[in-house]
């Protein structure tokens, strides 16, 4: 079993930037793929970034060039750097991992999930 537990979020102004980790416990190594979500009512769970074991990572349109995904083995945490924040970026973002060899846009395909962390962007 894998546990994540987010941290990070909270309430930030147009164009400030936020960090959220996700700190994994549990059966880490087996962990190949982790990705940051977000969700807000109304809307599917979306795919923000995913990282590979091997190091490839990818993104949403909608946020390249302003966030970046990173893992630090070391620590068993994955960050999102958040950048440029906008008023659209309000979601709760959510930590998840799969055991599963590769990478989906499709959340069906990570086995664990975090609880989530609040990012709200307003003036």
């Known amino acids: 079993q894998v546990q994540l537990v987010e941290s990070g979020g909270g309430l930030v102004q147009p164009g400030g930037s936020l960090r959220l980790s996700c700190a994994a416990s549990?059966?880490?190594?087996?962990?190949?793929?982790m990705s940051w979500y977000r969700e807000v009512p109304g809307k599917h769970r979306e795919l923000v970034a995913l990282?590979?074991?091997?190091?490839?990572?990818n993104y949403a349109d909608s946020v390249k060039g302003r966030f970046t995904i990173s893992r630090d083995n070391a620590k068993n945490t994955v960050y999102l750097q958040m950048n440029s924040l906008k008023p659209e970026d309000t979601a709760v973002y959510y930590c998840?991992?799969?055991?599963?060899?590769?990478?989906?846009?499709?959340?069906?395909?990570?086995?664990?999930w975090g609880k989530g962390t609040q990012v709200t962007v307003s003036a």
């Open positions: 998840a991992a799969t055991l599963r060899s590769g990478a989906s846009w499709d959340p069906t395909w990570y086995d664990h």
């Open positions: 549990g059966s880490i190594s087996s962990i190949d793929t």
């Open positions: 990282s590979t074991s091997g190091g490839n990572t």
